[in-house]
């Protein structure tokens, strides 16, 4: 029986840390098995540069990997890369033009269907959105309009990354508790896992463990708030 296998990552930085650093030994470990082997790379949140300056920052950043790394933006199909590797990334951006490209490709059940049958899939910030239920817990401005917001659903339930709880002083605009409880209000058989910088989500089939700096946040129903500690490890079915 395969066993699904993902690492969600709040964001690509912590604090002063560069691009990806903090997330290397979390996800060495994660692939400690794939050396050498292929991983595709899904740069489609990427706005403010191109997926080719996306694919080699990518590249850089994880080359203690000696991973084979494609990005799936190089083939005319992009489900033929997703087909033959052997794991999955997927990184950070604005969701929305992540989702809306993955329904434009038809990506979302090859991708579904490959991590469901044991592939390796990590994602950071959007990459960790979309694995959820649906984006509507994104911290992204709507700047293109999905088809859907219903996202992989490898991870039955909501993210939130970035958390950052409360308010800067003189700041009037609503804290993320308070965009998250307006959410669980319309959806209130919703679960959110709220993932403040320099954590992230081991899942191994049913359970997941708390990775990083700091504790995570579970919210659901009226806003009942659960702190889950780092290193501890849970069932989320």
């Not at 395969?2 to 996800?27: A, D, F, Q």
């Not at 604005?94 to 059940?109: D, S």
């Not at 990459?127 to 992989?152: H, K, W």
């Not at 993320?176 to 409880?181: C, F, G, S, T």
């Amino acid at each position: 029986m395969s066993v699904k296998k993902m690492l969600l990552m709040s964001g690509s930085k912590y604090r002063n840390t560069e691009y990806l650093v903090h997330c290397i030994p979390w996800i060495s470990r994660f692939l400690a098995d794939y050396r050498g082997k292929t991983l595709a790379f899904v740069p489609y949140a990427g706005i403010s540069r191109s997926y080719e300056q996306y694919e080699q920052a990518v590249k850089q950043a994880l080359q203690a990997l000696e991973m084979n790394i494609l990005s799936i933006h190089q083939a005319q199909d992009p489900s033929d890369i997703i087909e033959q590797a052997d794991a999955i990334a997927i990184g950070g951006g604005n969701t929305f033009c992540l989702l809306n490209q993955l329904y434009r490709h038809n990506l979302l059940e090859p991708i579904r269907a490959k991590v469901n049958s044991g592939t390796p899939y990590f994602g950071w910030s959007a990459g960790a959105n979309v694995a959820g239920a649906s984006i509507m817990t994104t911290n992204d401005m709507p700047i293109v309009y999905p088809p859907s917001f219903e996202a992989l659903n490898l991870f039955p339930a909501q993210i939130n990354p970035h958390f950052i709880s409360g308010k800067i002083q003189g700041h009037n605009g609503e804290s993320r508790e308070e965009r998250l409880n307006e959410f669980l209000l319309v959806n209130p058989k919703a679960v959110v896992y709220a993932l403040p910088e320099g954590t992230a989500l081991h899942i191994r089939d049913h359970t997941a463990t708390v990775l990083g700096f700091d504790d995570i946040l579970r919210f659901n129903g009226k806003m009942d708030m659960e702190t889950i500690a780092v290193n501890s490890t849970f069932n989320y079915e």
